[in-house]
């Protein structure tokens, strides 16, 4: 297992410093918005929220293209590298037809949801800003594939870091109206946002003809049903897998905001702390899937289990870390937020403290299940694991939350509690199963699928 440590933290390191920057666009954009008034931020966090859901689940069917590349990576194979990559690309415009129908009716979706009518059409008139930006955004994840499936992370580090400075000077240019643009307020932050994705995969791509011009990306394009079918059949269970997920943390923080606003400011900043760490197993995560595939691709059945395991240990190491100093300092934690001196904010504080101490648990679980995921990834195996998801997080998530939460009158802490209880049975099953499927013993057909590469 020593032996994996180098190689795979030297793959994941870029991808978690990539990941560090693409969160805060987000905190940018909210940080920024935040000046345009209680309105526009009410606006941006509808909007964001649906635009956010939406890209996740459809881009996470893309993500199939990095355990495909990482596989044919392995075996030495670059027309097939070459074949994923440009069916990820076809397959990214053919599923921005039926999200860009969704955002048309943004705003009759959210009125149906019993939304404020100004709120719910501010976020529209955002969306629709924002929406130029979705095909490119579903085209980078197909790219970005093309890059991680070969251990070169480095591009998307440099890039990801680019995007924050280009995003700072798109807000200031297109909501504040300065260097001769019109100050378009919030509907200006879609349009900076989504010009940078823009920006952000046609560099990538111009890199990715360049660097691999010997493998002829575009040189050819004849459709080859068995490489669409393969990414459909990874793929779609990602994007399924990603969106019990968000889902369920969207979920819950609906459920808080029933129980009251101060619970509902607690959980943000909690939530917030902990998406900050959790873009360290999450990079993790994409380089064990990487490191996992290109052993298979090898024929490599060992080192695809040490690195699948390695890659699970290291990202629930890190997260006890992380775990203790949620539950030793969570006050100075929430400090970074507003000042806990103040009177007015002590309802919040305490809250935020004790979800902050309950949390610690959680970031042990989340750490768990999303690197044991990463690492079936890399096997391509992901129906199974699509099914645990479902199951952990509504079931047993949402179940356990509610039944805690309004039923034991456990209030905030009992959706916490909940949220643990789901992550828990994912990522301890989801580990289990790639356990199971590496375990040189127990000969399977079933398992022989995923290790036949």
């Not at 590298?81 to 979706?109: C, D, K, T, Y």
């Not at 501010?122 to 969306?127: F, I, P, R, T």
């Not at 998801?389 to 905030?412: E, M, N």
């Not at 909940?418 to 079933?446: H, M, Q």
Request: glycine letters at 10%; aromatic letters at 10%; proline letters at 3%.
């Amino acid at each position: 297992m020593w032996q994996e440590l180098r190689p795979l933290f030297k793959l994941a390191l870029p991808l978690i410093l990539a990941q560090l920057a693409q969160n805060s666009l987000t905190f940018i954009d909210t940080l920024m918005v935040g000046r345009l008034g209680h309105e526009a931020l009410a606006g941006i966090a509808l909007g964001g929220t649906f635009f956010h859901l939406t890209m996740v689940m459809f881009s996470g069917v893309l993500l199939a293209v990095g355990p495909m590349v990482s596989q044919a990576y392995g075996a030495k194979d670059k027309e097939s590298i070459a074949r994923s990559f440009r069916h990820g690309l076809v397959l990214a415009v053919l599923m921005s037809l039926p999200a860009f129908l969704l955002f048309s009716q943004a705003e009759a979706i959210l009125l149906a949801m019993g939304q404020n009518a100004a709120t719910a059409s501010l976020s529209a008139s955002y969306l629709h800003a924002i929406s130029w930006g979705f095909l490119p955004v579903l085209c980078l994840t197909a790219t970005r594939g093309l890059f991680e499936g070969q251990s070169n992370t480095r591009p998307i580090m440099l890039l990801s870091f680019l995007a924050v400075g280009l995003n700072v000077l798109g807000n200031n240019a297109l909501m504040f109206g300065r260097w001769g643009f019109p100050a378009l307020g919030l509907v200006g932050t879609g349009y900076a946002s989504a010009f940078v994705y823009i920006i952000m995969f046609l560099s990538l791509l111009a890199y990715a003809l360049w660097h691999y011009r010997s493998y002829g990306l575009f040189k050819t394009f004849k459709p080859d049903w068995t490489i669409a079918k393969e990414l459909v059949r990874i793929g779609l269970p990602i994007g399924l897998i990603l969106g019990f997920e968000v889902g369920m943390f969207a979920a819950v923080s609906f459920l808080m905001g029933l129980i009251s606003q101060d619970a509902l400011a607690a959980h943000q900043i909690a939530m917030q702390t902990a998406s900050i760490t959790f873009m360290v197993p999450l990079g993790l995560s994409i380089a064990t899937s990487v490191r996992v595939g290109q052993a298979i691709g090898r024929k490599d059945k060992v080192a695809a289990r040490r690195a699948g395991l390695t890659g699970i240990a290291l990202c629930a190491g890190f997260m006890v870390l992380t775990a203790l100093s949620f539950m030793v300092f969570p006050r100075q934690i929430v400090g970074f937020y507003f000042d806990t001196q103040d009177a007015q904010n002590a309802s919040v504080t305490l809250l935020a403290i004790s979800f902050l101490r309950v949390g610690g648990m959680f970031q042990i679980f989340d750490g768990l299940q999303v690197s044991a995921s990463g690492a079936l990834r890399g096997l391509k195996d992901t129906r199974i694991p699509m099914m645990i998801t479902l199951v952990s997080y509504w079931l047993i998530g949402i179940g356990s939350s509610l039944l805690l939460a309004f039923v034991l009158d456990l209030g905030g802490r009992g959706l916490w509690l909940g949220l643990i209880a789901g992550l828990s049975v994912a990522g301890l099953a989801l580990s289990l199963r790639f356990n199971y499927l590496t375990k040189e013993k127990l000969p399977d057909s079933n398992k022989q699928r995923y290790l036949r590469g």
